[in-house]
């Protein structure tokens, strides 16, 4: 199946069925602010940042289990192909949770990349 926009909106819509909760909202919360960044980036694609965005958690279709989301989704895309989806499903969240200079790091890269 082609990933586009209507497929990973789809996607989502079926795995927030199979798994009610905050956590879709949160994904199309985090899809509108992927392609608003985008937009600001001459060599990124908001429609491809959009869907990332909405595909990031889907492995909580499986339900809740911390990091284990990060591995059902992967899963979850590698199985239809979607290999960029997949890597975005596996590398999204960091496990050490006491990193204090990591937003800092990481919006001096967005900064570099987005100019």
């Known amino acids: 199946m ?3 926009i209507q497929t990973a909106e789809l996607a989502l819509k079926e795995a927030s069925e ?3 909760g905050a956590w879709a909202d949160h994904s199309r ?3 509108e602010a992927c392609k608003n960044i985008a937009l600001h980036c001459k060599d990124l694609s908001s429609e491809q940042a959009y869907i990332f965005g909405l595909l990031h958690d889907i492995g909580r279709y499986a ?3 911390s ?3 990060l591995i059902d989704g992967y899963r979850y895309c590698m199985e239809r192909g979607w290999e960029k989806a997949a890597q975005i499903c596996i590398s999204h969240a960091f496990m050490i949770q006491d990193m204090p200079h990591l937003s ?3 919006m001096s890269v967005m900064r570099i990349t987005c100019l």
């Open 63 to 65: 339900g809740v289990s």
């Open 67 to 69: 990091e284990r989301h």
């Open 104 to 106: 800092v790091y990481l």
């Open 2 to 4: 082609e990933l586009n």
């Open 29 to 31: 919360f985090v899809a």
């Open 18 to 20: 199979s798994n009610p």
